[in-house]
C-alpha cells in the first residue's frame, strides 16, 4: 500500500515550456486534490476532483489544467509555465468518510527559470 | 470555507507537554476541526480531528472550547521528530469540505 504517489520529485523547466505532474492514489479514494507550497507559506489548492469525471477550481487555478484520468490517477498541467509557478507542488486524495482526513503525497519540487 | 489564527511558532522542550493554540471564531456548526503536521520536506499528515468533543489519538488530544471558537491542540511529550508546522483547518463536511484553507500555521521548535 503505497498511499499518494507523485512524479517526478524534482523538475526544472525554462519559462514557456510545458510539463505534466502525475498523482496516483491506492486507497481507493473519491476524492483528489492538488495544492502549492511557497516557501514560508501554507497549502493553496489549485484544483480538486471531488469524485471519478468532476474537476473544479480551488484558489489559484490560472494557469494550470488537470484531468481526472481515472479515479486513481490525477494530473496537473503547466501549459506554458513561468517562474511565478516555481513551487512545491502536493497531490492529496481523500474519502468521504467521516473526518474527511486527506491524505498527501511526498511532494513535486519545480523550479521554472 | 472559514479562516483560523494561529501562532507563527513556538518553543518547547523535550519530554514537555505542548499547547498548540488555534481561534477559529468565525466557525460554523457543520465545521470539524482538523489538524495536520507538516515535517520538513514532507507532505502534511493528518494528526485529530474533531466536532465539539475533546479527542484523543495515539498522537495528540484535541481540547475544543465550549463555544467551538477556539481548540488547542496537545502534544503530551514533545520529542525532537515532533519539530513541524502544525496547521489548524475547518472542513465543512456540508459542502464537501474540499476547499479547506490552509494558513501559515505554527511551527513549532523541540529543545533537546
Known amino acids: 500500500n503505497a498511499g499518494v504517489t507523485q512524479t517526478p520529485k524534482f523538475q526544472v523547466l525554462k519559462t514557456g515550456q510545458s510539463m505534466t505532474l502525475q498523482c496516483a492514489q491506492d486507497m481507493n479514494h473519491n476524492s483528489m486534490y492538488w495544492y502549492r507550497q511557497d516557501p514560508g507559506m501554507g497549502l493553496r489548492l489549485i484544483y480538486y476532483s471531488a469524485s471519478e469525471g468532476t474537476t473544479d477550481k480551488g484558489e489559484v487555478p490560472n494557469g494550470y489544467n488537470v484531468s481526472r484520468l481515472n479515479k486513481r490517477e490525477f494530473s496537473l498541467r503547466l501549459e506554458s509555465a513561468a517562474p511565478s509557478q516555481t513551487s512545491v507542488y502536493f497531490c492529496a486524495s481523500s474519502d468521504q468518510g467521516q473526518g474527511y482526513e486527506q491524505y498527501f503525497g511526498p511532494g513535486t519540487r519545480l523550479t521554472v527559470t | 470555507d472559514a479562516k483560523t489564527t494561529q501562532p507563527n511558532s513556538m518553543e518547547s522542550n523535550e519530554e514537555e507537554p505542548v499547547h498548540l493554540p488555534c481561534n477559529h471564531s468565525?466557525?460554523?456548526?457543520?465545521?470539524?476541526i482538523h489538524w495536520y503536521r507538516q515535517l520538513p520536506s514532507q507532505g502534511p499528515e493528518y494528526v485529530i480531528h474533531?466536532?465539539?468533543s475533546n479527542v484523543n489519538n495515539r498522537m495528540a488530544s484535541l481540547a475544543i472550547a465550549e463555544d467551538r471558537k477556539s481548540s488547542t491542540l496537545i502534544l503530551h511529550r514533545a520529542t525532537l521528530r515532533d519539530a513541524a508546522v502544525y496547521y489548524c483547518i475547518l472542513r465543512d463536511l456540508n459542502t464537501g469540505g474540499f476547499k479547506t484553507i490552509f494558513g501559515a500555521g505554527t511551527r513549532l521548535f523541540v529543545k533537546a
Open positions: 468565525t466557525i460554523s456548526g457543520t465545521d470539524y
Open positions: 474533531g466536532l465539539t
